[in-house]
Nanobody, 115 residues
Framework: QVQLVESGGGLVQAGGSLRLSCAASGTIFSPSTMGWVRQAPGKQRELVAQITSGSSTYDADSVKGRFTISRVSAKNTVYLQMNSLKPDDTADYYC?????????WGKGTLVTVSS
């Protein structure tokens, strides 16, 4: 059973930084694509950032220049470094991984940015 477990969320003041981590377990294979999706109350789910096994990345316009996604494939772990956080970044952040065409999701970690 593949599991994704997020960590690193919390409360931070505007302008601050947080680093989210997501570790995949239950598989010896590395997900082809890993990423982060966020859901804020009353807002649509948004793909924040994504990284492939070849380290190609995608960043949403809303986080460009502030968030950086990276991964350590040997550890089946993906990171999201979030700098210059804004109150609008407040959301539940979910880790996603695609392995053999199947989507896997973590349970989410809450990021709260106070003004």
């Amino acid at each position: 059973q593949v599991q994704l477990v997020e960590s690193g969320g919390g409360l931070v003041q505007a302008g601050g930084s947080l680093r989210l981590s997501c570790a995949a377990s239950g598989t010896i294979f590395s997900p082809s694509t890993m990423g982060w999706v966020r859901q804020a109350p009353g807002k649509q789910r948004e793909l924040v950032a994504q990284i492939t096994s070849g380290s190609s990345t995608y960043d949403a316009d809303s986080v460009k220049g502030r968030f950086t996604i990276s991964r350590v494939s040997a550890k089946n772990t993906v990171y999201l470094q979030m700098n210059s956080l804004k109150p609008d970044d407040t959301a539940d952040y979910y880790c996603n991984g695609v392995l053999w065409g199947t989507d896997y999701w973590g349970k989410g970690t809450l990021v709260t940015v106070s003004s």
